[in-house]
């Protein structure tokens, strides 16, 4: 007998989400807000605490865009949403089961790894991806037993987006403001011993091309005790940089370049820290044998292509700069998810309107959707994630009409059980309440800090377990 199409009260449709970041959250509301039908909605995260690059990305210093997680708590107050956390998709529960358990499964797993630059000498110690560094000081539980020699005193952040900002922002800030925010505490005190003064930020192309936005290169001129270096000759802008600057009229890299004509005309207050922006530099070769002792750039030439965007291109012009640190900040990575295709080039799960198509046949995988970084790539801002996941859960909810994904699918509790067998250790949205409560007693504890985060996730679960016994006792 065909099952009855889910969506109602008795037959509840059932997705699993996995991944809680905004990408995650934003798929979830929009399951939620469905009022014709009733949907339970299970979110994965295979840490205990959720919110993804909002809680591990975004810069200590940036408090108010972290208040967007007030937002994904109301969400989660619905009563037909639950929150799995620690509990790893393909080692605590496999795609298989998820196929079995639900009508629907929605990968929002975004990009974990860093691109590489493919020069060579990049394998020496000093030479970090930006991922690996942001993760450590945000306290991210994978990195942070990671070790930075901050001893040097010159660094190199290689390019110009958003998360470049971010890192020389970092290693440019003043310790007494850093400690004022939920940096983890490790990278608060190795910063405080820092001896970097200089911090060179590589741009492949020029300003005008540059991608970061204006409040991140903004910032830079209001640290205090830093000079912000740009050379004159950058902000004259090149001939295919004009005329692409003319067809756009694009407001963003009109005040970009407003704000670094700004710093090209300030002489040099002879600060402590430097900022220095260099513009149409590749990065070709690190030198160094024991660790990382310079950077060999190549000057390149700006052209337009054939669909009208600004390239760069190599000259023979060659500068070396002595640096004791890199950092590449070129980009987030994707990485596959075990039977689930991936396309290698871009980083990402191949979709068609949020649906996983297999490449081979060009078929849509039934059941199975991508939203977030994952689908479109490392871009755009928080807020992007919410059409992006808009649009993959229609998908969802058209192909249930269709009658696509409508199998019988085990009650509520089975799944459960199955979890508990698996994963003893799950963090519900409750325990993570918790923890929140507890990071933020701890930063208040501190002077007022915005929370002192938790860095290990044996930590979590031993505090949540203990305070569970003290609840029974
Ligand atoms: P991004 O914005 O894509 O910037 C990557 C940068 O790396 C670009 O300047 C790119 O240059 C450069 N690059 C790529 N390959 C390179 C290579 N081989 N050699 C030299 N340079 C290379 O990426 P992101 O900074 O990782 O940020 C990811 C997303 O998160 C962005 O949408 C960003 O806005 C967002 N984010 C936002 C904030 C915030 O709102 N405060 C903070 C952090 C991140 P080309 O342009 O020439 O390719």
Known sequence: ??????????????????????????????????????????????????????????????????????????IATHPQFRFFGNVEVGRDILRTDLAAYYH??????????????????????????????????????DHHQRHFDLSGTSAAVVGNGNVAMDVARMLASPHEELATTDMADGAVAALKDSGIRTIHVLGRRGPAQAAFTNREIREFGELPGVDVIVDPADVDLDSASREALERSADKTVERNLAILRDYAERPPSGAPVRIVLHFAVSPVELLGTERVTGIVLAHNELYTASDGTVRPRATDRRTTIPIDLVFAAIGYRGVPLDGLPFDRKSGTIPSRAGRIIDPLSEEALVGEYVTGWIKRGPQGVIGTNKPCAQETVNSLLEDLHQGLIGHRVPQR?????????????????????????????????????????????????????????????
């Open 1 to 74: 007998m065909q099952a009855p199409t889910p969506g109602s009260f008795e037959n509840p449709l059932r997705v699993a989400v996995i991944g809680s970041g905004p990408a995650g959250f934003y798929a979830v509301e929009h399951l939620l807000a469905q009022t014709d039908l009733t949907v339970q909605v299970d979110l994965y995260d295979r840490l205990p605490t959720p919110f993804g690059l909002v809680r591990g990305g975004v810069a200590p210093d940036h408090q108010k865009i972290k208040s967007v997680t007030r937002i994904y708590d109301r």
């Open 104 to 141: 629907g499964v929605i990968y929002a797993v975004g990009a974990h790894t860093a691109r590489k630059m493919g020069i060579p000498n990049e394998h020496l110690p000093g030479c970090h991806s930006a991922t690996d560094f942001v993760g450590w000081y945000n306290a991210d539980p």
């Open 413 to 473: 509790a089975v799944l459960e059980s199955l979890l508990a067998e698996r994963q003893r250790h799950r963090v519900s949205y409750a325990d993570w309440l918790t923890l929140d409560a507890w990071e933020k007693e701890r930063g208040q504890a501190a002077g007022g800090r915005p929370r002192v985060k938790f860095t290990r996730v044996d930590r979590m679960i031993d505090a949540l377990a203990e305070a569970g016994e003290a609840a029974t006792d």
